[in-house]
């Protein structure tokens, strides 16, 4: 450190290093220090669940009989909206997480929509096995 009447310049030894595609700061005794991440909302996922949600109290409230009813309504395919319609399966803290921008890299409306498992229990020991 050193010091003048105008500015204090203090140097630390530190070295970057990438790490499943994010940088990763390492002092240097190897530990690696733990910056915050910003969350990053995945507004399509979003945007799906809220689509899910809705579809399903349409649903359960009579306004459509069927799934082929509220698609031909929506103007969009069947195999689609019950995919979607999957995503109300999701436990509440995975659904929160999502909102919330903190679920893990791996866990994509992709993979949502391709299936999950249906107890909640097994959804949460899978995100914990991804992320």
């Not at 309504?73 to 109300?88: D, F, G, K, M």
């Amino acid at each position: 450190m050193t010091a003048s009447r105008e500015a204090i310049t203090v140097e630390v030894p530190f070295k970057i290093r990438k790490r499943g595609g994010r940088k990763q700061i390492i002092t240097t005794d190897g530990v690696p220090v733990l910056v915050p991440t910003r969350a990053r909302i995945d507004s399509a996922f979003v945007k799906a669940l809220a689509r899910a949600f809705r579809w399903r109290k349409l649903l359960e409230t009579g306004v459509y009989g069927t799934i082929g009813e509220l698609a031909r309504s929506e103007r969009i395919n069947p195999s689609y909206v019950s995919r979607v319609l999957r995503l109300t399966l999701l436990a509440p803290e995975i659904v929160e997480a999502v909102l919330d921008g903190r679920q893990p890299e791996d866990v994509t409306l992709a993979t949502a929509m391709a299936g999950v498992p249906v107890v909640w229990a097994e959804q949460r020991r899978v995100e914990k096995v991804v992320g």
